[in-house]
């Protein structure tokens, strides 16, 4: 595990950008296609401003969820919405290369035709990103993984839906934790003194929490500003 302190979000941005330029550049030019993986919350809003920064064959980028909410699409709380709206305009990006959830279905059916587009996707039932951005809430979420939540012990679905979401919406779907551990890279972006506390509790006092169980077979990296990283 690699931990990344920079100075404000400013930064997180630009480091962010910089490791997807490397890895995006890396898997196009070892296996001609890029997997990636996007969060919501706090993530869009680092991965619109950086992202249009990167240089990189955009044609060859391949995009999917690492959660998201049961919504239409034209709901603020919907993850591709705002992707759609804030990222492909100031990209080479086009819809059609999103994975996006399937809509006026439950989750549960969501989730199931979530896993065929990737299983469609990857030309496989071995999901193997590339590159997984994620975020973590204040009370340690990752994904739509949260603490005591039964889905953390999903060891069978590769998308799991939830229906008793603490943070709302309450509807979603989510990677577990075979897939997302089964990643080449896994970057946490993290800000703010609100995760303080809980950054140390995963990075220093190594609590069993849903973010500190992501230990990928690759490389794993946790970019965090200094308000973030104040109780390490
Ligand atoms: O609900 C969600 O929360 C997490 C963390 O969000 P943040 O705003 O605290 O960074 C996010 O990673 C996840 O994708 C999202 O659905």
Redesign the pocket.
Known sequence: MTIIKVTDEAEIINKLASYVEKISNDAILNRGKFFIGL?????VKYLCEGLPKVNTDWSKWVLAF??E?VVPENSEDS?FGTYEKQLIPKTNLSRKQFIVLKQGVSAEEAAKDYTEQLKSAFNSDNFKFDLLL?????DG????LFPNHPLLKESTLQVASITDSP?PPPE?ITLTYPVINNARNCIFAISGAGKADMVKRILKDNEDLPAARVQPQGSLYWILDEAAAANL
């Open positions: 969060s919501g919350g706090s993530v690492c959660d909410r993850t994620l975020g973590m809430g204040p979420h990752t994904c739509s943070k979603r």
